[in-house]
């Protein structure tokens, strides 16, 4: 009987070693998936944040290639119209406001103001004042202008 007690602890004592040897194993096994699993999700972490980090490179250079277009053809207009301003206002400044105005005299000049806008009114009053400054021609286009008391 003695015999019989120790060969089934024996048993049991092999049962139990199995076992332990088994549920470490299992463990090991387990360990090894939450490895393998925590691994692919940061690879596929860094995928995506790679991805999202070119796309967002991307759309800061096309963005600020965007704005440098912009920002050269406002300064490509600006420029333009400056220059075609200048350009205007220095020819209107030093010609007369009505062909043959230098050879005309008061009567005549006064003949041809009925019509003008208000602005070729102006541009006449300010080649006369800088020019023959004819103080009964300055005055009439004044009236006109309604700009005299």
């Known amino acids: 009987m003695l015999d019989h007690l120790r060969e089934q602890a024996g048993s049991g004592r092999a049962a139990s070693e199995q076992l332990a040897d088994q549920a470490r194993r299992q463990r090991e096994a387990g360990q090894a998936f939450a490895q393998e699993s925590v691994n692919a999700y940061i690879d596929f972490l860094d995928t995506a944040f790679a991805h999202y980090w070119e796309g967002t490179q991307r759309v800061t250079g096309s963005a600020q290639e965007g704005a440098r277009a912009v920002s050269q053809t406002t300064a490509?207009?600006?420029?333009t119209a400056a220059g075609a301003t200048r350009a205007t206002a220095e020819s209107a400044a030093g010609q007369p406001p009505i062909g043959g105005y230098d050879e005309m005299n008061v009567e005549e000049v006064s003949s041809r103001l009925e019509g003008l806008s208000e602005a070729?009114?102006?541009?006449?009053?300010?080649?006369?004042?800088?020019?023959?400054?004819?103080?009964?021609?300055?005055?009439?286009?004044?009236?006109?202008?309604?700009?005299?008391?």
Do not use: F, S
């Open 76 to 79: 490509d207009v600006v420029n």
């Open 120 to 149: 070729e009114l102006r541009r006449v009053r300010n080649y006369e004042q800088r020019n023959k400054n004819r103080e009964t021609l300055i005055a009439q286009i004044d009236r006109r202008l309604g700009t005299t008391p």
